[in-house]
């Protein structure tokens, strides 16, 4: 089993950059992809960005590809979400998740663990 706690959030203007991180605990944080969702009121939880369990490979929408960056450090049981040129469609609640799968899952019902989430507003 592992806990999920994101942080990083906050009010930015368009074309600002923020960096959110997903701290895991437990000790086989490696075993896990981990992927980055949000959801914005009225709308449904979709995939953003995604891991492997080495960091390997990494997998985005097409909303975010060329601004936001996954990364992840096995050392310190955390997972990182680079966002550059901000815009006020990226606002949202921003969730990171994990899996034991082998690929990364873009489907959210896929994910076993989920952490709280951390609001990201992006103002024009």
């Known amino acids: 089993q592992v806990q999920l706690v994101e942080s990083g959030g906050g009010l930015v203007q368009a074309g600002d950059s923020l960096r959110l991180s997903c701290a895991a605990s437990?000790?086989?944080?490696?075993?896990?992809?981990i992927g980055w969702f949000r959801q914005a009121p009225g709308k449904e939880r979709e995939f953003v960005a995604g891991?492997?369990?080495?960091?390997?490979?990494?997998y985005y929408s097409d909303s975010v590809k060329g601004r936001f960056t996954i990364s992840r450090d096995n050392a310190k049981n955390t997972v990182y979400l680079q966002m550059n040129s901000l815009k006020p469609e990226d606002t949202a609640l921003y969730y990171c998740?994990?899996?034991?799968?082998?690929?990364?899952?873009?489907?959210?019902?896929?994910?076993?663990?989920w952490g709280q989430g951390t609001q990201v507003t992006v103002s024009s």
């Open positions: 998740a994990a899996d034991r799968s082998l690929f990364v899952p873009i489907a959210s019902v896929s994910y076993d663990y």
């Open positions: 437990g000790r086989t944080f490696s075993s896990y992809v």
């Open positions: 891991i492997t369990r080495s960091g390997g490979s990494t």
